[in-house]
Protein backbone atom coordinates (compact mmCIF):
# COMPACT_ATOMS: atom_id res chain seq x y z
CA UNK A 1 0.00 0.00 0.00
CA UNK A 2 1.40 3.41 -1.32
CA UNK A 3 -0.23 6.90 -0.29
CA UNK A 4 2.07 9.37 -1.73
CA UNK A 5 1.22 12.81 -0.90
CA UNK A 6 2.05 16.15 -2.59
CA UNK A 7 1.30 20.13 -3.01
CA UNK A 8 2.94 20.90 0.27
CA UNK A 9 5.18 24.29 0.04
CA UNK A 10 5.76 27.66 1.53
CA UNK A 11 2.72 30.18 0.74
CA UNK A 12 1.92 33.57 2.25
CA UNK A 13 -1.27 34.24 4.96
CA UNK A 14 -4.28 34.34 2.92
CA UNK A 15 -2.85 32.20 -0.12
CA UNK A 16 -3.96 28.79 -0.86
CA UNK A 17 -2.70 25.10 -1.40
CA UNK A 18 -4.59 22.31 -2.73
CA UNK A 19 -2.63 18.79 -1.87
CA UNK A 20 -2.99 15.98 -3.26
CA UNK A 21 -2.65 12.23 -1.79
CA UNK A 22 -2.58 9.15 -4.66
CA UNK A 23 -3.48 5.72 -3.22
CA UNK A 24 -2.22 2.55 -4.65
CA UNK A 25 -2.50 -1.43 -3.25
CA UNK A 26 -6.05 -0.66 -1.66
CA UNK A 27 -9.32 -0.67 -3.08
CA UNK A 28 -9.66 3.23 -3.09
CA UNK A 29 -13.41 3.56 -3.61
CA UNK A 30 -14.26 1.62 -0.41
CA UNK A 31 -12.06 3.38 2.06
CA UNK A 32 -12.65 6.28 4.17
CA UNK A 33 -10.02 8.89 3.56
CA UNK A 34 -8.60 11.93 5.96
CA UNK A 35 -5.95 14.70 6.07
CA UNK A 36 -4.06 15.04 9.60
CA UNK A 37 -1.48 17.24 10.42
CA UNK A 38 1.09 17.72 13.01
CA UNK A 39 2.75 20.88 14.02
CA UNK A 40 6.03 20.66 15.70
CA UNK A 41 5.83 20.23 19.31
CA UNK A 42 2.21 19.08 18.92
CA UNK A 43 0.59 15.82 18.61
CA UNK A 44 -0.97 14.92 15.19
CA UNK A 45 -4.47 16.21 14.58
CA UNK A 46 -7.43 15.52 12.33
CA UNK A 47 -8.04 17.99 9.76
CA UNK A 48 -10.49 16.68 7.42
CA UNK A 49 -12.01 13.26 6.77
CA UNK A 50 -14.10 11.72 3.78
CA UNK A 51 -16.28 8.20 3.99
CA UNK A 52 -16.48 6.13 0.92
CA UNK A 53 -19.91 7.60 0.03
CA UNK A 54 -18.63 11.03 0.09
CA UNK A 55 -19.79 12.47 3.43
CA UNK A 56 -17.72 14.80 5.14
CA UNK A 57 -16.37 16.26 8.55
CA UNK A 58 -13.82 19.06 9.37
CA UNK A 59 -12.03 20.31 12.28
CA UNK A 60 -13.33 23.15 13.28
CA UNK A 61 -10.20 25.26 12.88
CA UNK A 62 -10.43 24.95 9.35
CA UNK A 63 -14.32 24.64 8.85
CA UNK A 64 -14.99 27.30 5.76
CA UNK A 65 -11.28 27.24 4.91
CA UNK A 66 -10.45 23.84 3.63
CA UNK A 67 -12.42 21.36 1.74
CA UNK A 68 -11.82 17.53 1.09
CA UNK A 69 -12.76 16.08 -2.31
CA UNK A 70 -12.05 12.55 -3.56
CA UNK A 71 -11.77 11.33 -7.22
CA UNK A 72 -11.83 7.53 -7.54
CA UNK A 73 -11.16 7.10 -11.18
CA UNK A 74 -8.05 8.43 -10.03
CA UNK A 75 -7.25 7.15 -6.65
CA UNK A 76 -7.01 10.24 -5.42
CA UNK A 77 -7.62 12.28 -2.38
CA UNK A 78 -7.51 16.42 -2.15
CA UNK A 79 -7.05 19.02 0.69
CA UNK A 80 -7.81 22.70 -1.01
CA UNK A 81 -6.67 24.58 1.42
CA UNK A 82 -8.22 28.47 1.14
CA UNK A 83 -7.34 31.81 3.62
CA UNK A 84 -4.57 30.04 5.11
CA UNK A 85 -3.24 31.21 8.20
CA UNK A 86 0.23 30.68 10.12
CA UNK A 87 -1.20 28.56 12.67
CA UNK A 88 -1.99 25.83 9.46
CA UNK A 89 1.68 25.21 9.16
CA UNK A 90 2.43 21.91 9.70
CA UNK A 91 3.66 18.17 8.28
CA UNK A 92 0.07 17.29 6.28
CA UNK A 93 -0.54 13.63 6.34
CA UNK A 94 -3.07 11.40 4.27
CA UNK A 95 -4.40 8.58 5.75
CA UNK A 96 -6.91 5.47 4.59
CA UNK A 97 -7.71 3.70 7.94
CA UNK A 98 -4.72 2.51 8.92
CA UNK A 99 -2.13 2.70 6.33
CA UNK A 100 -0.14 6.72 6.43
CA UNK A 101 1.05 8.42 3.76
CA UNK A 102 4.81 10.19 4.05
CA UNK A 103 3.69 13.53 4.63
CA UNK A 104 3.52 17.06 3.01
CA UNK A 105 4.93 20.39 4.82
CA UNK A 106 3.08 23.32 4.48
CA UNK A 107 4.50 26.38 5.68
CA UNK A 108 2.14 29.60 5.72
CA UNK A 109 4.18 32.96 6.45
CA UNK A 110 2.43 36.03 7.93
Known amino acids: VQLQASGGGLVQAGGSLRLSCAASGISFSRYAMAWYRQAPGNQRELVAF???????NYADSVKGRFTISRDNAKNTVYLQMNSLEPEDTAVYYCNAVRYWGQGTLVTVSS
Open 50 to 56: ISSGGST
